[in-house]
């Protein structure tokens, strides 16, 4: 791992730039359905899409551009992406990380609303700011008609390991 904190100085550990910018990992979601949190093949960890449970249930339900606004989503994306990193952590562990790969977003929308790109930057830019340009990653913004639970939005992780 060799991206530089802000002040410059490489982190001790993801971990530490963690704490570093005060955001705790939250316990690991249960599933809602028969799969697993995340799985590693090689020297990659993909995670199962995760919704924005916080404390064991959804922040909120709605469509995108309907009951749920572009800022409220975008929050729930920054939780889905931390439930991702809590995933990977509870497997390998978070230090273990060499660089986000891949974001996947799925964006529950109203007909007409074309801002997913906007919504899924809510777990784009907490990546960016947790790795630095470890972080940088492809991606893609899907609108979608409906997610599991009524969640407005669901979000998958790619992330290579260290050797």
Not at 64 to 93: H, Q, Y
Request: aromatic share 4%; charged share 15%.
């Amino acid at each position: 791992m060799t991206s530089p904190s802000p002040s410059g100085n490489p982190p001790r550990s993801w971990q530490a730039r963690l704490a570093e910018l005060g955001i705790r990992l939250p316990a690991v979601a249960a599933p809602v359905a028969s799969y697993v949190p995340a799985v590693r093949t090689g020297s990659l960890v993909f995670t199962s899409g995760q919704l924005p449970f916080v404390d064991g249930g959804l922040r909120r339900t709605g469509k995108v551009g309907g009951s749920v606004d572009v800022e409220a989503a975008a929050a729930d994306a920054k939780v889905c992406a931390l439930n991702a990193l809590a995933a990977i952590d509870e497997l390998v562990g978070l230090d273990s990380v060499a660089r986000v790969v891949r974001v996947v977003g799925y964006v529950a929308s109203v007909e007409g609303f074309t801002g997913q790109a906007r919504v899924i930057n809510g777990a784009s830019e907490l990546l960016g700011r947790i790795f630095g340009p470890a972080g940088q990653h492809a991606r893609s913004a899907i609108g979608v008609a409906e997610l599991p639970l009524g969640s407005p939005v669901e979000v998958e992780l790619t992330v290579e390991l260290a050797e």
